[in-house]
């Protein structure tokens, strides 16, 4: 489906620039999701993404081979600082998605939690 | 008065006896002698926060408890997180030493311990080593086998092909009906894996562990109790001696349970493990931090 940006949409991008996503709305192909993973959060750790709509999200680390596991879909990732790793999704129905790392990167780790919320 | 006869009085005054008769640990059978021993976990030295004020004598108090049990059991094992973790290695050894020290304080001696993810992830179990020994190992007590196993050193939480290829060999001289201990940190089955309650590789050592009759799983890493079993395997969790946990998946995060002025240490403790009887049973007694 082509998606035209308007000023609003402009807006929204950089808002969501702001927040440490990026948000690219191509012509063809999944959008894209762009997160980091850094002691001892993911920003964003909120994203909001519709139900059939396929995705590729990009997550990049900064500082430890983080985790990245998705336990309810049963996907899971390691995340090396240096490379972009790729988690392509499409939810089915709306609900929420937790994620978390899987990997014990220190005193917060208990923390670093996210979520897909799918509307 | 027997054994039997003081657990009784210790379940009425404070303690809390589990039930035995879980299918799969409720027949240690054997003609070997009665036995005891008792349980610490997540004692979490170095802790400093609002989870419990308290955290730098909650340890030595109950070593102090152990240490007045009227009747001492035959050996300690501590099963991880002796210490809360920290990015800093000269911090992490003098955790390490603090710990050792106070505990070096128990009568009864030999004392086991097992690394948790908070003392061995960030190095791989380095400086654990250096104050403690090997990650795993494995003796024999009184006809019953027991069994370490780490699953912390490494940081995703797995056990590792290495040390499966070790317990399979291992328990390979055992007969299939030899009462098997295995200690571990974190579950071995996935407990609650949107709070990292699991092992990464666990289930290739409970298919290890399957062909043997009567096998019991005591771990630690929850702050809490749980009792599961997959197939005939007993898996038993024990409370932490730092703060508890909120219940698997009751909450979004796991985050700890916040402290009860009016009930100090609510919710920690440590436990008695007894193989009683022919054909034995595994009985577990609770015990609070201070004993009323």
């Not at chain 1, 995340?79 to 790392?101: N, T």
């Amino acid at each position: 489906m082509t998606r035209t940006i308007d000023r609003r949409g402009l807006l929204g991008q950089a808002a969501a620039l702001a927040a440490g996503a990026f948000i690219v709305r191509a012509k063809a192909g999944p959008r894209t999701v762009e997160l980091v993973a850094r002691r001892f959060r993911y920003e964003p750790n909120e994203i909001a993404l519709e139900a059939g709509e396929p995705v590729l999200v990009l997550i990049r680390s900064l500082d430890f081979v983080h985790g990245m596991n998705i336990p309810a879909l049963g996907k899971r990732l390691d995340l090396l600082p240096g490379r972009v790793a790729q988690l392509e999704l499409r939810p089915a129905e709306p609900g929420v998605i937790d994620f978390l790392c899987d990997n014990f990167c220190g005193d917060g780790h208990e923390e670093m939690h996210g979520r897909f919320v799918v509307t | 008065m027997q054994r039997r006869d003081f657990l009784s009085l210790a379940a009425a005054g404070g303690g809390a006896v589990f039930a035995s008769g879980l299918a799969g640990c409720a027949n240690l059978g054997g003609s070997a002698k009665d036995f005891y021993f008792v349980q610490l976990s997540d004692t979490h030295w170095g802790y400093e926060g609002p989870a419990n004020p308290d955290a730098k004598v909650t340890l030595k108090k109950a070593v102090a408890a152990v240490n007045a049990l009227p009747e001492a059991p035959d050996f300690i094992v501590f099963t991880g997180d002796l210490t809360h973790t920290t990015d800093d290695p000269a911090e992490r050894r003098r955790r390490l030493a603090g710990f050792k020290e106070i505990v070096a304080d128990l009568k009864v001696k030999p004392v086991y311990f097992m690394p948790g993810e908070h003392d061995a992830s960030l190095d791989n179990g380095t400086a654990f080593k250096e104050f403690f020994g090997d990650t795993r190992y494995s003796f024999d007590h009184k006809g019953v086998h027991f069994v370490a196993v780490d699953n912390v050193s490494d940081f995703g939480a797995r056990i590792g092909e290495d040390q499966l290829a070790w317990l399979r060999a291992d328990l390979a001289k055992l007969d299939r009906n030899q009462p098997i201990v295995v200690l571990t940190h974190r579950p071995l089955f996935d407990l609650e894996p949107k709070w990292d309650w699991a092992t990464r590789d666990g289930a290739a050592a409970l298919q290890i562990l399957m062909p043997y009759a009567n096998v019991t799983v005591l771990y630690g890493h929850i702050h809490q109790e749980n009792h599961r079993m997959t197939g005939h395997i007993a898996h038993h969790s024990a409370k932490s001696l730092i703060f508890a946990l909120p219940a698997p998946g009751s909450q979004d995060k796991r985050t700890p349970l916040p402290w009860d002025a009016s009930a100090p240490y609510k919710g920690l403790g440590w436990r008695e493990v007894e193989a009683e009887g022919a054909p034995r049973e595994i009985r577990l007694t609770e015990f609070p931090v201070v004993r009323a």
